[in-house]
């Protein structure tokens, strides 16, 4: 049976008024207060590298292709404490602090060496974990005087190693790898004496990962952290290996 005009013209005011108000909920609900988004997951702790002398921080990952291209601390052969004679190799595999000093130094050295025997002392159980301090006077601080050196200031010489040698060797190393005074060492030669309150952090593949005052005991604080990053670092590197 055919419907009649009037009956038509009702049906469609009714479907209009369902769609309308369908949108109508649809915008009242639009409105209300929504929950806030989940914060975008971050990146494990990590540190940065340091590869010039302006100690710019890069974070570079396994996967991109300056990862090859880092700065890594040159070779050199100096002598120990105990006479032995410390390589870049020795040290590969071994977290280290490094830093630059002389025996008879009456100022910052005996601040830096103060607060590195606290980083000894806390790190005493990792075999992970060593330091190394270049000794900017080796005309002076001769093997023997190293060692008793060592002796007054109850450095252990198989976790601190204090070396000594060729005093070009020594300020190259210092002022072009470790970048130890910066962008104004590089500007240096070796007649100019080097001095620097600047301790550097080195992982385990010769890399430098941060760089501190080591008269100062908040950066002392800071390296302590850092060093355990990066054997959580280690840990977790280890980890995927074995996967």
Not at 21 to 48: H, I, V, Y
Request: positive net charge; glycine residues 6%.
């Amino acid at each position: 049976m055919a419907l009649s005009a009037d009956t038509t013209a009702c049906r469609l005011c009714r479907n209009s008024r369902g769609l309308l108000g369908l949108l109508l909920a649809l915008a009242l609900f639009s409105c209300q207060p929504q929950a806030p988004a989940a914060p975008p997951a971050t990146p494990a702790e990590t540190l940065p590298f340091y590869n010039t002398a302006d100690f710019d921080a890069e974070w570079i990952s396994p996967a991109d292709s300056a990862y090859g291209r880092i700065h890594t601390i040159a070779d050199f052969a100096l002598r120990s404490q105990l006479g032995h004679t410390i390589t870049r190799d020795s040290l590969a595999g071994h977290i280290y602090v490094a830093n630059f000093f002389f025996s008879i130094c009456p100022g910052i050295c005996p601040k830096m060496t103060n607060n590195l025997k606290t980083l000894q002392d806390v790190f005493a159980a990792n075999q992970q974990v060593k330091m190394v301090s270049f000794s900017v006077m080796p005309w002076v601080d001769s093997v023997e005087t190293l060692k008793e050196y060592g002796a007054i200031n109850n450095i252990n010489p198989a976790r601190w190693y204090l070396l000594t040698g060729d005093k070009a060797q020594i300020y190259h190393l210092a002022r072009t790898s470790f970048f130890a005074e910066k962008g104004l060492g590089l500007q240096k030669t070796t007649n100019q004496f080097l001095h620097t309150e600047s301790m550097l952090l080195i992982d385990k593949k010769g890399r430098i990962r941060g760089i501190y005052n080591a008269t100062q005991k908040p950066d002392i604080e800071r390296v302590t952290d850092d060093i355990n990053v990066l054997l959580k670092e280690d840990s977790g590197a280890l980890a995927l290996k074995r996967r």
